[in-house]
């Protein structure tokens, strides 16, 4: 079975930065694509950002250019360094990983930023 595990929330205050690590493991290698989601209280997941096992990324507007997705030198390992944070980057962050039709989510890190 496929699992993913991310690592590396906290709180932080605004401005400040963080990096989450997503790793996967399992019987499955080489992502097509992994990526980051987030979930805000009371709103709908939304993507963050994705990087595809070629190396080309997608961004949401909200945190291009604070954001920076990466493959990490591991395979299946995906990053998300976070700078700039602000109070409302505040949710629970969540990789993702696709291969063909098989897709699997991590359970989630909380972030939070403070004013």
């Known amino acids: 079975q496929v699992t993913l595990v991310e690592s590396g929330g906290g709180l932080v205050q605004a401005g400040g930065s963080l990096r989450l690590s997503c790793v996967a493991s399992?019987?499955?290698?080489?992502?097509?694509?992994m990526g980051w989601y987030r979930q805000a209280p009371g709103k709908q997941r939304e993507l963050v950002a994705t990087?595809?096992?070629?190396?080309?990324?997608n961004y949401a507007d909200s945190v291009r250019g604070r954001f920076t997705v990466s493959r990490g030198v591991a395979k299946n390992t995906v990053l998300l360094q976070m700078n700039s944070l602000k109070p409302e980057d505040t949710a629970v962050y969540y990789c993702?990983?696709?291969?063909?039709?098989?897709?699997?989510w991590g359970q989630g890190t909380l972030v939070t930023v403070s004013s």
């Open positions: 990087i595809s096992s070629g190396g080309s990324t």
């Open positions: 399992g019987p499955i290698f080489n992502f097509n694509n």
């Open positions: 993702k990983a696709l291969r063909g039709s098989l897709e699997v």
